[in-house]
């Protein structure tokens, strides 16, 4: 080998060296931007499951577990919400209603969540209390809700729910959410 082709080799080497060091002082500049946008932020995010299990509404029999569940999973979908988890309750309400008040219970939805979007805010329902008249097919659940911006709590308001149910194929399902006002 001669001097020219190694030193062409040298340069050659050099500058991939030097495109290669470059790259990884961009790749660890990036990596500490973000690791900085991380450690400013804070997220709280509630995660509340699914509680709802197999159950059946037989010859007017009702499994008062099932449905304690069914409206607890309803009642948190609809009122447990932050910009990151409305298309998460809003699949629960989808899957718990009735095919016929479905729209308009989605339609409920929609309108709470739009303010909870917009106002970039996330409400929790704190239960404390639940009371049944199953010959009606109906739940109060008794509780708090609070809203939260971003990790401070704003208000925290006593809110009374109801739900109504519709039996349908065996089970039940979901026919009505909404507050109870304090004069009813």
Do not use: C, W
């Not at 961009?26 to 400013?40: D, I, Q, R, V």
């Not at 099932?66 to 990151?84: F, G, K, L």
């Not at 199953?134 to 109060?140: A, L, P, Q, T």
């Amino acid at each position: 080998m001669n001097f020219q082709n190694l030193d062409k080799a040298y340069k050659r080497s050099r500058r991939a060296m030097i495109v290669l060091g470059g790259a990884v002082a961009l790749l660890l500049g990036t990596n500490a931007l973000m690791a900085a946008k991380l450690y400013s932020q804070s997220n709280q995010v509630v995660l509340v499951p699914s509680t709802v299990s197999d159950g059946m509404v037989a010859r007017g029999a009702v499994d008062k577990r099932y449905v304690e569940a069914v409206a607890m999973d309803a009642a948190y979908a609809m009122y447990n919400s932050s910009p990151e988890t409305v298309r998460y309750g809003r699949a629960t309400l989808e899957r718990l209603a009735g095919p016929a008040e479905r729209a308009g219970i989605l339609a409920k939805f929609d309108k709470i969540t739009d303010d909870v979007v917009e106002r970039k805010i996330s409400t929790v329902f704190f239960p404390r209390k639940i009371e049944h008249n199953f010959e009606r097919y109906e739940v109060v659940v008794e509780g708090d809700l609070a809203t939260y911006l971003e990790t401070t709590q704003i208000t925290r308001e006593d809110r009374r729910i109801l739900i109504k149910f519709k039996p349908q194929a065996g089970s039940i399902r979901l026919a009505s959410i909404g507050l109870i006002k304090e004069d009813e």
